[in-house]
């Protein structure tokens, strides 16, 4: 120290400035190196943190619901395929017991089920895009409640005879209530043998079936057209699966139609599917070596119906009205909406929002205001 005082006073006044600033700026430079030094690790603990915390919200079900959009994928699943833009071909199927089990009914991207007769016989309709199976059946008359989901669905109408309501709508265009909503492309059995054919195991009137390669055909004879625009559904992406599943139990939902057409679900979180039971008894596809029907999403509507004539039903599946949806093991709200004849039948949640279904097939089960309708967790 002395040494340095010593040196300090033989300086002039110019030597002394030069050595103060360098020492100021030795000391900054330190001081800098520092700082940074520190921010660099704040920086690497924030990002750890903030990656952790959204963690935390995936595995804890947090995040928003978020909509997949697929190139190439089937407006009615969401799943993707060749012929993605296949027309969709709708198929009057029966819901009788003695027709059981159904051929196609796996394949189906949507499947329909309503009354025929108000609170008791139901029938299906299975509504194809990517898959096209070479046996679908039994195959059923056509209804005129059924044809307004057909026309929302941009669908060709597929059926064995029909309700003469049905019949002069498909051939007018015109509903019996008047309304001119031009004509659905239809292919009927009694009036086009190529494509369907019956089989000799299953007893008669159910013993009806048709190849939908061949429907394809005779429809191009026919000039109808093949392809669609359909704007379809929206679907939800695989992180807003797997959070809504962090909660899933496996659960029954019993849907309350009557006697043998009885409809219970088993939910499986293994497979996040659920597995039909008809009147308590699995149901598999006759046609597709006898595989389980599993849905991903099941929509319970309820909408009223009333006898036509005593012998024919309409069930009022237009405006809008209440339900619930089942996928990823949760129950939800719904109100559903089809605003007119032509509309797309579409769902809404609580919200106020479209649902975003699960991609795979939908079964969409329609009740009467009054049926009962049970979700139990096992």
């Known amino acids: 120290m002395k040494t340095f005082l010593k040196r300090w006073a033989t300086l002039n006044k110019k030597e002394k400035y030069i050595v103060i600033f360098s020492l100021f700026l030795i000391v900054g430079i330190i001081g800098v190196g520092v700082y940074a030094f520190s921010r660099v690790g704040d920086n690497s603990e924030t990002a750890q943190e903030t990656k952790e915390e959204k963690k935390a919200d995936e595995v804890g079900g947090l995040l928003e619901a978020s909509e997949e959009k697929l190139t190439n994928a089937s407006p009615l699943t969401g799943v993707q395929c060749d012929n993605y833009k296949q027309r969709p ?10 027709a059981r089990p159904l051929s196609g009914l796996s394949q189906a991207e949507i499947v329909v089920e309503m009354p025929v007769i108000t609170g008791s016989v139901t029938r299906l309709m299975g509504v194809y895009v990517c898959n096209l199976p070479d046996e679908v059946g039994s195959i059923r008359s056509a209804r005129q409640d059924y044809i307004s ?46 494509p369907f054919f019956r089989k000799s195991t299953v007893p008669a009137p159910h013993n009806g079936f048709v190849s939908l390669p061949k429907v394809i ?4 004879k026919r000039e109808y057209a093949l392809e669609t625009n359909l704007e379809g559904y929206k679907f939800q992406s695989k992180n807003t699966i797997e959070a809504e599943k962090q909660d899933s139990k496996n659960g029954k939902l019993y849907v309350g139609f009557g006697g043998v057409f009885a409809t219970s679900w088993e939910y499986n979180t293994e497979d996040n599917s ?11 596809d006759r046609g597709n070596n006898d595989a389980e029907i599993k849905a991903k999403n099941i929509v319970v509507i309820r909408a009223s119906s009333r006898q036509i004539e005593g012998q024919y ?3 009022t599946i237009y405006g809008k009205g209440e339900g619930k949806i089942y996928h990823n093991g949760q129950e939800k709200t719904i109100t559903w909406k089809k605003e007119g004849f032509k509309d797309t039948l579409r769902f809404y949640g609580e919200d106020g929002q479209e649902i975003l279904l699960v991609p795979g097939q939908t079964f969409i089960q329609v009740i009467e205001p009054g049926q009962n309708l049970k979700w139990e967790l096992n």
């Open 89 to 98: 071909i709708a198929v009057m199927m029966a819901g009788d017991n003695v």
């Open 149 to 194: 989901l057909v026309r929302g669905w941009d669908a060709i109408y597929v059926h064995w005879g029909g309700s003469h309501f049905a019949l002069d709508e498909l051939k007018t265009g015109k509903r019996y209530t008047g309304e001119d909503l031009g004509k659905v492309p239809d292919i009927d059995a009694i009036s086009s043998s190529g």
């Open 217 to 220: 055909e005779l429809a191009k």
């Open 274 to 284: 659920y597995t039909r039971y008809w009147a308590e008894q699995k149901d598999v």
């Open 313 to 315: 039903n309409e069930v």
